[in-house]
């Protein structure tokens, strides 16, 4: 018998832990794959004396860095036993580490935070987790594995993690982080928990958008970046038909990740777009789109567990986390087609702003515009108005002249 068959503590478990995954559509060489890693992994804890009943997600991780991988390997050690501790917290042979009161009572404020996020901001899924990360982030910062003593901060506290967050090696490049503290800061207050609203003293990021025009693709640009993604071999009617909603109706990254299969209403020819703020607007199909869409779901989607439209195409095939994947298949558009990007951080906006810039060089109102996009306030469509360069020059005063240069 090889080493790699030697029965372990851990192969009773196996069979169960494969049904779970095969349910989420992993496919049969995966499964091999993680049995023969856990095989390792379980000979390593019989090396150490731990049980399988003693494991934890945070022993598991540790343990599992342990275990040499090759440099191309895709399967993360660590992760797969965490993935595999959960298994048995769910069948009941583990149990999961009990919280310190310090982080009972971290857990208590932050899902007291999460409710009035969702139910009195209406914020978004996506929104709400990473104003969350930051003001854990500000807690461990400030009380580390300690108690809250949340009337004890003060003004010089708030600088200090400020300070903390730009000298990053790669600090934010935007008003994110000041934006989700004064949300938490004002909801410390307005809760009583604090006695100074600590929001007004956090630092305003300077970022003069009024000062640059909106960075764009031209319409040649756009449809080769379009081309590219579409003739992926593995995922290119995915990608295309999320491009494709963007390109073409100026749908955000985060709404078309939202997107559900009963957003797509087909015989009215609809689509329902869950926009910021829980605010949902119906569009028209365009041809063009509905046929992505098409395509997509007769040629790649598989997942039966989730009624999400775009999914992982790696198993268990579920909704993206976030809209960053957006972000990483135009990066690999624009090195695939040369296209330059219109910044050096490439941002799925770029789209949204590619259609409204070449609707305003094609004679669309500002109010068009606006009714497209779904923009709440005019002041946000004006920042195209500074693209129409032929209205703007039916406005403009002539350059001042002296009288002796006449």
Do not use: C
């Not at 989420?24 to 390593?44: E, S």
């Not at 399988?52 to 022993?59: D, G, I, M, R, V």
């Not at 693709?217 to 494709?244: F, I, K, Q, T």
């Not at 041809?287 to 997509?296: Q, T």
């Amino acid at each position: 018998m090889e080493i790699s068959d030697q029965i372990t503590s851990l192969d009773p478990y196996f069979a169960s832990f494969e049904d779970s995954l095969s349910a989420k559509n992993y496919k049969p060489d995966t499964l091999a794959n993680y049995r023969y890693l856990l095989r390792r992994f379980g000979r390593l804890l019989e090396t150490e004396g731990i049980a399988p009943s003693a494991l934890t997600p945070e022993l598991a991780v540790e343990l599992g860095r342990r275990l040499p991988v090759t440099p191309k390997s895709q399967i993360k050690v660590p992760n797969l036993a965490r993935l595999f501790v959960a298994h048995l917290i769910e069948i009941g042979v583990a149990t999961r580490s009990p919280l310190t009161p310090a982080q009972a009572e971290r857990a208590e404020l932050l899902s007291n935070f999460e409710t009035y996020l969702l139910q009195q901001r209406g914020l978004s899924p996506r929104t709400i987790y990473h104003v969350l990360r930051f003001a854990d982030r500000f807690l461990d910062h400030r009380f580390g594995d300690n108690m809250l003593d949340l009337p004890a901060m003060n003004i010089r506290d708030v600088v200090a993690f400020m300070e903390h967050l730009l000298a990053r090696k790669h600090p934010f490049r935007d008003k994110t982080p000041a934006t989700h503290l004064r949300s938490f800061f004002q909801y410390l207050f307005a809760q009583g928990l604090t006695t100074t609203n600590l929001s007004l003293s956090v630092p305003r990021t300077h970022k003069p958008w009024g000062a640059r025009l909106p960075r764009h693709l031209s319409p040649d640009e756009v449809e080769a970046v379009l081309a590219s993604v579409r003739v992926n071999p593995r995922r290119g009617a995915r990608d295309y038909a999320m491009l494709m909603l963007m390109a073409r109706l100026g749908l955000r990254a985060p709404e078309v990740i939202a997107m559900q299969l009963d957003d797509v209403d087909w015989r009215a020819g609809e689509l329902l777009v869950r926009g910021k703020g829980q605010r949902h607007d119906r569009l028209p199909i365009p041809p063009d789109v509905g046929e992505a869409i098409i395509g997509y779901l007769q040629q790649e989607r598989t997942s039966t567990t989730t009624r999400t439209l775009f999914v992982t195409h790696r198993a268990p095939n579920r909704p993206f986390k976030d809209s960053q994947v957006i972000n990483d298949i135009l990066k690999e558009a624009f090195a695939a087609t040369g296209v330059k990007p219109p910044t050096p951080y490439v941002g799925s906006h770029v789209l949204r702003h590619s259609l409204a810039t070449n609707m305003v060089r094609s004679g669309a109102s500002l109010e068009e515009i606006g009714d497209l996009l779904r923009h709440r306030s005019r002041a946000t469509t004006m920042i195209y108005a500074k693209l129409d360069t032929d209205g703007l020059r039916s406005i403009a005063q002539s350059w001042p002249v002296a009288e002796e240069a006449r």
